[in-house]
């Protein structure tokens, strides 16, 4: 028996990083799971690394139609999701805030948090129709928690992450629809030299993890394990969680 047994989920920017091992760890634990993601051809390779318990989707989150056709898809494909992991995101390279444009400020906002507000009003009207209940899943960031200099408007968006998941378990929570956010420090995944600002060297890395008392980086398993714990039953009584999965960053 798994833990997400005849679950469906949706997990956005499974095609790499922290989506693929929420995708992954889904599927272990029994979940049918549409990937979802900007590069259409990752997507379809993550899709059959995981068989028949998988579907593939190209999609831009910051697009509401897009998104709307996602969520038909996973209708269309595997039912109404039970789940959903907002998990896709981008950032400006660590610099001073001035040097981050108009453009790149959009952007960042547009797909870390503007997606949340178009996957919102598409996933809300099946999931009430059904009456069942939900989960939301937002990732979030240790940056929406304890900012440092350099990274922020990425920090501002991953701030209103954290409090619009908040928001979002209180007004949901009669209809058992459950929302939580998790905040990750940074990982080795495709945006780790923006984060950084500096070129991946061993002299970098070092500096950036001296910050992060258990002494390394977050990995795709450690915010998978998060990700199923919070979708699956035994978490049936938390909602509005933001939970830190930071090795003590945050403390």
């Known amino acids: 028996m798994g833990q997400l047994d005849n679950k469906v989920a949706i997990v956005t920017g499974a095609a790499g990083g922290f989506g693929e091992g929420i995708a992954q760890a889904y599927v272990r634990e029994g979940a049918k799971v549409v990937i979802a993601d900007l590069n259409g051809e990752a997507a379809v390779r993550v899709a059959a690394s995981l068989g028949a318990a998988a579907s593939p989707f190209a999609c831009d989150v910051s697009n509401g139609a897009q998104v709307k056709a996602l969520v038909a898809?996973?209708?269309?494909?595997?039912?109404?999701?039970?789940?959903?992991?907002n998990n896709a995101g981008t950032t400006h390279r660590n610099q001073p805030m001035l040097g981050v444009d108009e453009a790149m400020f959009d952007r960042v906002f547009a797909v870390n948090?503007?997606?949340?507000?178009?996957?919102?009003?598409?996933?809300?009207?099946?999931?009430?129709?059904?009456?069942?209940?939900?989960?939301?899943?937002?990732?979030?960031?240790?940056?929406?928690?304890?900012p440092r200099p350099g990274l922020s408007w990425y920090?501002?968006?991953?701030?209103?992450?954290?409090?619009?998941?908040?928001?979002?378990?209180?007004?949901l929570a009669p209809e058992k629809i459950r929302v939580n956010a998790i905040c990750p420090v940074m990982g080795i995944t495709g945006l780790f030299e923006q984060f950084m600002g500096a070129p991946d060297t061993p002299e970098n890395r070092a500096r950036f993890m001296a910050t992060i008392p258990i002494g390394r980086f977050s990995t795709p398993a450690d915010v998978a394990a998060a990700a199923v714990f919070l979708a699956s039953d035994a978490a049936a009584f938390l909602t509005g969680v933001e939970l830190p999965v930071d090795g003590g960053r945050t403390i």
Not at 73 to 85: E, K, L, N, R
Not at 117 to 140: D, K, S, W, Y
Request: proline share 5%; charged share 15%.
């Open 113 to 146: 948090v503007k997606s949340i507000f178009h996957m919102t009003h598409a996933v809300l009207p099946p999931m009430r129709e059904r009456g069942q209940g939900g989960v939301i899943l937002n990732i979030g960031s240790t940056a929406g928690l304890r």
């Open 155 to 171: 920090n501002a968006s991953k701030g209103a992450v954290n409090v619009l998941s908040k928001s979002m378990a209180v007004e």
């Open 73 to 85: 898809h996973c209708q269309a494909t595997f039912g109404t999701p039970d789940i959903v992991v």
